[in-house]
């Protein structure tokens, strides 16, 4: 292939036109409630856990590196079970259900630990759905739409990541007055019912494909199992993700050091999500056409120039921009990465392998995110540095290194 590697060697195929099926259209409807609900209320998270609860900003840390890593180290175990027992559907099920039932324990939470925990139950039940549903999407469609699938899939999850916030500001602005620690957790118990709509569409319309369940002594959840071609993706990625530390440190940095009001924190979350709603599918299209490798590099250099930002830039519109830039940044980076991790998986134990990419991606979350805490409470410039240099490495990583798919199957995607 002259050096180049499988994965960027893609080309259009006559089946890249044909529409996405009911399954994949009906997960991205999924995808969207259940962000409406996680969105609404996650703008308001840091400043519930520190101001209402009175937290520290390590506590703030240790909160979202805790619960991204217990979902992450259940991601590859999820997918284990679901490739043994050559089901999908119902640890999808099961995920969101507890991803939505997370929403009412933290409105009635006293305590940040009582928000560790709640948080600990909605990251349980993302553990559980994660790999399963990229085995679904991926399985029902071709090679050649998986960029779109995924695409298609995180856009529509960020259509509802924009809702989310939108409805949140207007709750707030307009019909929930008073105190932060009456009117917050009004906005937790609202956000729990468009998590249980979500758990009601998959429960309804999304079909699985019949697996063949694989013998246990046919299938070990370990990285030993994994190719060599695919560890090395998981440990390019895993240097990436030690600087990603949780968004709660972009959004304090914008509150507390950028003149970005509470208020306002929803209308610059909601412009991130709309820069990457508007162009996560094509994103995807284009990564069916070129190749993701290169794209991801984009991505990720792109997200070292929005922390380098945040480490040294102060005022509102410097936060503005910096968030559109951030939404190019996951634009270019979160669906084409699971994408990417498709196309670098043995179709026999996808969910499995699928499942050891969320659980690298998360095992490097409670270091990133507590030393963020660390570093925020000595400097406030400091995380973001970490995070530029950390990225600026990984897209320098990913260039150089050749990335070779296996054989894929044919899929019909009608």
Not at 22 to 30: E, K, M, Y
Not at 298 to 314: D, S
Not at 396 to 414: E, F, K, M, N, Y
């Amino acid at each position: 292939m002259n050096g180049e590697s499988a994965a960027d060697s893609e080309r259009p195929s006559d089946r890249r036109g044909r529409p996405l099926n009911r399954t994949v259209r009906a997960l991205g409807v999924v995808s969207l409630l259940a962000d409406v609900s996680s969105e609404m209320v996650y703008p308001i998270n840091p400043i519930f856990i520190t101001r209402v609860l009175g937290a520290p900003a390590w506590a703030l840390g240790l909160i979202e590196g805790i619960a991204e890593s217990t979902a992450s180290l259940l991601k590859l175990y999820s997918g284990w079970l679901s490739d043994r027992a050559g089901r999908r559907k119902p640890f999808a099920v099961a995920g969101y259900a507890l991803g939505a039932v997370g929403k009412p324990i933290i409105a009635i939470s006293s305590a940040w630990w009582h928000v560790l925990g709640a948080r600990f139950v909605d990251r349980v039940g993302k553990g559980l759905r994660t790999a399963p549903r990229d085995a679904l999407i991926a399985e029902n469609c071709d090679a050649d739409q998986r960029g779109r699938a995924f695409g298609f899939h995180r856009s529509m999850d960020t259509v509802g990541a924009v809702m989310g916030p939108l409805i949140g500001y207007v709750l707030l602005a307009r019909f929930l007055h008073g105190p932060q620690s009456v009117t917050f957790p009004i906005l937790y118990w609202v956000a729990f019912v468009p998590g249980l709509l979500g758990v009601a569409v998959l429960w309804l319309f999304v079909r699985e494909r019949k697996q063949a369940p694989i013998e246990g002594r046919a299938l070990r959840p370990s990285f030993g199992a994994l190719s060599p071609t695919f560890r090395t993706y998981l440990a390019i990625v895993a240097l990436f993700s030690l600087g990603n530390s949780s968004d709660t440190f972009l959004i304090l940095r914008a509150q507390q050091d950028m003149g970005v009001s509470p208020a306002n924190v929803f209308l610059l979350y909601a412009l991130f999500n709309v820069v990457e709603a508007s162009l996560g599918y094509p994103a995807g299209i284009l990564s069916d056409r070129v190749g993701r490798r290169h794209l991801i590099a984009l991505g990720w250099i792109v997200f070292a120039v929005v922390y380098a930002g945040f480490a040294g830039l102060t005022g509102p519109v410097a936060a503005f921009s910096l968030f559109v830039l951030y939404g190019f940044y996951t634009t270019l980076t979160q669906g084409l990465q699971r994408a990417m991790a498709a196309d670098l998986s043995h179709p026999d134990r996808r969910a499995t392998e699928i499942g050891a990419f969320h659980m690298v991606v998360g095992l490097a979350a409670l270091p990133a995110s507590q030393l963020a805490g660390i570093l925020y409470g000595l400097n406030r410039s400091l995380p973001f540095i970490v995070g530029a240099v950390c990225a600026g490495l990984a897209a320098l990583a990913l260039l150089a290194t050749r990335l070779d798919t296996p054989p894929q199957p044919s899929v019909d995607c009608g």
